[in-house]
């Protein structure tokens, strides 16, 4: 594993993404260091998670520059953040996403999509 990012750097990293000028759209690559950088030093900031990492999930020029393990990184990231934020209809969403692309089919690839079922409100 490397080196923690600092805090700078993802105070940086959050402000790009955050002062985008692409029709208030941070670019595909800032967002995925931004998401990066957050796995990486343990941080939790579910509403900038939810609202930068949801478009990345949604977005079909994200899923083809995304290799296939980051994408699915990025999609329990910010299924998390919307949990902790309480949109639960995209939590959904990308709930059914995981499930259909990690069926039960052995216990190891049931990890991924069960992992988050468990954390997942009774109320869904």
Not at 8 to 13: G, N, W
Request: charged share 30%; net charge positive; aromatic share 4%.
């Amino acid at each position: 594993m490397g080196r923690l990012p600092s805090q700078k750097a993802l105070a940086a990293t959050l402000d790009r993404c955050e002062n985008a000028g692409h029709g208030g759209h941070a670019p595909i690559d800032e967002v995925k260091d931004f998401l990066r950088l957050c796995r990486d030093g343990k941080v939790r900031l579910p509403e900038q998670i939810a609202r930068h990492g949801l478009r990345l999930v949604k977005s079909k020029e994200a899923k083809r520059k995304l290799n296939d393990t980051e994408l699915w990184l990025i999609n329990e990231q910010v299924c998390y953040a919307l949990l902790d934020t309480g949109e639960i209809d995209e939590a959904t969403m990308i709930v059914k996403a995981l499930a259909k692309r990690f069926p039960k089919v052995s216990e190891r690839s049931f990890v991924r999509s069960s992992r988050i079922a468990k954390v997942f409100p009774p109320c869904c």
